[in-house]
């Protein structure tokens, strides 16, 4: 297991190494002049080249490309050429509003994703199980930048009933951060209104964000309950008497849960990445609008940063789910 | 009996939330907060660092400058500088300043400090030294007493004054304080603030929102009166239109802008919304690569020129444009309407093809436009349907502006046409002149890489004149001579929109400032 462990972690690493790779690569070939823009529109020469020399961009690339792997070794991202700020400070200042929108959303998504799936396989080829196919279906085609619009309009400018955008309220002192996550700080502050209000801010993103995760959810473990439901295991509980609850939650769903493990994993991993398109629509202060908001700027070492967080976060989840494999099906961890 | 259940959750439901919801205006104790939302963020505070739209709205929130660009049609007012005058030879400028003035921090705003800001600009050579710097050196700027400062100009540079009033003043003592590796504070101020400016800075997310107190015993008074002196303003950045719409909407917003003519349009119509709609001074061209590439020609620029739908600028902004007849917006001191700029009339368009070397078209051509400007892409359409009378086929490739500007500054790699919006710094007229001089060649307003010696040399000339009338009457000229070398489309200058709430009071529009951009000291909540 160890063995196993220690060649997942040196895979994980060469693939981070060929992703820093692939990330320095498209930024320098995008016909893009960051120092131009940092230095403004109305900018001479002098002033274009003064932040190309700032910013080590006069440098020839192979020579910035080591530089900025030794950053990177440092636990430094490097420096946006927009703000002068460090990426490595603001990553970590943007990172627990993505986290926090990421884990409301996919508690959510397993949470009924799950359900609905057990639901539709106890009702399989009934009008329910029909409509949650559809739905599942739905889920995985919404393109989420419009499906996040159509739930501001309907619910945040037609009934009124939750805010636009945004993380909370325009002048409402969140504090200073003791997890960085509004809702666990403004619990463990003993403050009901302000978690309230976190709620009300986050429900619409994080619905958007958890669709395609639940439809996948709901999809496998609805196809992995019926054939569990079908197990011979399942037939011989029945007869000694299990309860239907058992029977379905204990002993099928346990056994449909592989799989289903599986695609919780995949889908962190593409619910991180699609915060670019959410946390956009919603203002959602996350490294999801960090990276836009550089992107349109022409910065890239904020871009750079956020997608090796995010492929950071694919290879880690990935390792998990394996780890996790074994401790589920004693099979595999035999074998 | 489940149906009152049902209805009894729903409502608690609601009731929890309602409290959490803004329904109306922020308000702190007895005062409002003005919310103000766009979709540009405010990366960098910092004033002789960086300005754009958004960025400048805060910075002249929070700063003050020796002067103020106040009004429709725009006027230089005093500011901190109560009074100034400028040697006859254009030389010299002495300004007085007020003797109340004061930082945020209790500091008197006083001449060292105007001296210092200057100097720290031109030094770090950012943001807004490109305006200045080649006619002013530090050396040359004199704290003379504690209320008089002068500046003495490398030769004479007339559009000196109308540059001043975004020249804004830190305080040195602050600045010098927070100075890390002798980076004069450009860190710390680019998140920071130390000015003298009607609001001070309360919260700063250059990504989210930045929330700016008043401040209450502001130096210059409040023209609203103290009673109905905001508390406060928050600037809160929304990338999105739809989402800002919906925010006025339901009043968690109260002034929005960057919205699209057809959103205009329907917030106009909504009751308790009212839509500031002004001529702006942004013009909207077509540049043509006037170095190589078949736009090199005359001929086919002047065809093309010809064969362009003018009147679809104006439809495409519901109205709310008008049509250029001169380089310079009508806002611009020294403007004429230029006789025969060109209009639509495919003869002329037939006659100046037959100049070319394909006289009968047949060549396809590339009209570059900023991805995601829905009417620069729409123009483009319109480009394409004009020039089908000619033959020309049309490639519309939208890029991002970052590629856009990168392609655009260099004759070689810039594309046949590209469109671009532009917006006069000042209201003196070289700031639209120097556009087409070889000096903004590689700038994003240079992309044509017009080429006509003399008429660099008169824009040349002109900045340095003193006698007002020899000035004007030559960028008279100036302007029919660009006219007539077509190095773009001259196409429209569109309204300047805000929409907001009908309980806002206070707005001034003034052309000279940027799309979006509104000074937010005189504004109020009557309600």
């Known amino acids: 297991m160890l063995v196993y462990l220690l060649r997942r972690i040196a895979l994980a690493g060469l693939m981070l190494f060929g992703l820093v790779c692939l990330t320095f690569a498209i930024a320098n070939v995008a016909p893009s002049d960051p120092a131009a823009l940092a230095a403004g529109p109305d900018a001479g020469r002098s002033q274009i080249e003064q932040v190309r020399r700032e910013y080590g961009l006069d440098r020839p690339l192979p020579e910035q490309f080591v530089r900025y792997v030794g950053d990177l070794v440092q636990g430094e991202f490097g420096r946006s050429v927009a703000t002068g700020r460090s990426v490595g400070r603001d990553l970590a200042r943007y990172f627990p509003a993505t986290l926090e929108l990421c884990l409301v959303a996919m508690a959510f998504g397993m949470l009924a994703g799950i359900s609905l799936g057990m639901l539709s396989a106890l009702f399989k080829d009934r009008w329910l199980d029909h409509a949650m196919r559809i739905f599942a279906v739905s889920g995985i085609a919404l393109p989420p930048f419009w499906f996040g619009l159509l739930l501001q309009l309907g619910f945040a400018a037609w009934l009124g009933w939750l805010p636009t955008s945004g993380r909370i309220g325009v002048s409402t002192d969140p504090g200073d951060p003791i997890t960085g996550l509004l809702l666990v700080d403004s619990l463990l502050r003993g403050n009901g209104p302000l978690f309230v209000q976190c709620l009300s801010y986050i429900a619409l993103p994080a619905l958007v964000l958890s669709l395609p995760c639940l439809a996948s959810i709901l999809r496998v473990n609805r196809s992995e309950m019926v054939e569990a439901l079908r197990a011979d295991y399942i037939t011989a509980a029945r007869a000694h008497g299990v309860s239907r609850w058992r029977l379905v939650t204990v002993h099928a769903l346990k056994n449909a849960m592989l799989p289903t493990l599986a695609i919780i994993g995949l889908r962190w991993g593409w619910m991180m990445s699609s915060t670019v398109l959410v946390e956009t629509v919603f203002d959602w202060p996350g490294i999801g609008l960090y990276a836009v908001s550089s992107a349109i700027a022409g910065d890239f070492k904020p871009v750079m940063g956020v997608t090796l967080i995010i492929g950071l976060n694919f290879m880690l989840v990935n390792l998990v789910v394996d780890l996790l494999y074994g401790v589920l099906d004693p099979r595999l961890r035999h074998a | ?527």
């Open chain 2, 1 to 527: 009996m489940t149906t009152t259940r049902r209805a009894i959750l729903h409502g608690a439901a609601l009731s929890a939330l309602a409290p959490s919801m803004s329904w109306a205006f922020d308000k702190d104790g007895d005062r409002k907060i003005l919310v103000f939302s766009g979709n540009q963020a405010v990366p960098v505070l910092d004033p002789h660092v960086r300005y754009d739209w958004s960025t400048r709205m805060i910075q002249q929130s929070v700063y003050d400058g020796l002067l103020k660009y106040v009004g429709n049609p725009p006027r230089i007012i005093p500011w901190l500088a109560e009074k100034y005058e400028a040697s006859p030879d254009g030389l010299t400028y002495t300004f007085h300043l007020v003797g109340n003035a004061k930082f945020h921090n209790g500091d008197p705003v006083d001449a060292e400090a105007v001296r210092y800001s200057f100097e720290r600009a031109l030094k770090l050579n950012a943001g807004v030294a490109w305006m200045l710097k080649d006619f002013l050196k530090p050396e040359k700027i004199t704290a003379v007493d504690a209320k008089t400062v002068r500046f003495v100009l490398e030769r004479p540079f007339q559009p000196f004054i109308s540059y001043v009033p975004w020249w804004y003043i830190v305080n040195p003592k602050q600045v010098q304080a927070n100075v890390v590796d002798g980076d004069y504070g450009k860190k710390w101020l680019t998140e920071n603030e130390a000015g003298s400016g009607p609001f001070k800075l309360k919260r700063f997310d250059s990504t989210a929102l930045i929330h700016m107190d008043a401040v209450p015993d502001y130096w210059k008074g409040w023209p609203m009166g103290d009673k109905n002196r905001l508390s406060g303003v928050i600037y809160r950045i929304v990338r999105e239109a739809a989402p800002r719409r919906a925010g006025l909407q339901r009043r968690e917003m109260d002034v929005v802008t960057n919205m699209s003519p057809d959103d205009m349009q329907q917030l106009a119509k909504l009751p308790g919304v009212r839509a500031e709609d002004h001529p702006g001074s942004t013009t909207f061209g077509i540049k043509f690569n006037c170095q190589t590439g078949p736009t090199a020609d005359i001929n086919l620029r002047k065809a093309i020129a010809y064969a362009f739908d003018y009147e679809a600028l104006i439809t495409i902004h519901n109205g709310g444009a008008k049509l250029m007849d001169s380089p310079f917006p009508p806002t611009m001191e020294g403007h004429i309407p230029v006789p025969g700029i060109p209009r639509k009339d495919v003869a002329k368009a037939k006659e100046f093809l037959a100049k070319t070397k394909t006289p009968s078209g047949g060549i396809e051509l590339e009209y570059v436009h900023v991805q995601g400007l829905e009417d620069a892409r729409r123009i483009g359409l319109v480009l394409l349907d004009s020039l089908r009378t000619l033959d020309i086929k049309l490639n519309i490739v939208g890029q991002p502006w970052p590629t856009m500007v990168a392609r655009g500054s260099k004759p070689d790699t810039a594309a046949n046409m590209t469109s671009v919006y532009v917006t006069p710094i000042g209201t003196d007229p070289d700031t639209v002149a120097f556009q087409y001089h070889r000096d903004s060649w590689g700038l994003y307003y240079g992309m044509s890489h017009y080429e006509d010696k003399e008429a660099w040399a008169m824009i040349a000339e002109a900045r340095g004149l003193t006698d007002k009338a020899r000035r004007m009457a030559l960028y008279g000229e100036i302007q029919k001579r660009i006219v007539a070398d077509q190095p773009e489309i001259f196409g429209m200058i569109p309204n300047r929109t805000w929409a907001m709430r009908d309980y806002v009071k206070g707005f001034e529009f003034s052309p000279v400032r940027f799309t979006g951009e509104v000074d937010l000291y005189p504004m109020w909540i009557d309600a």
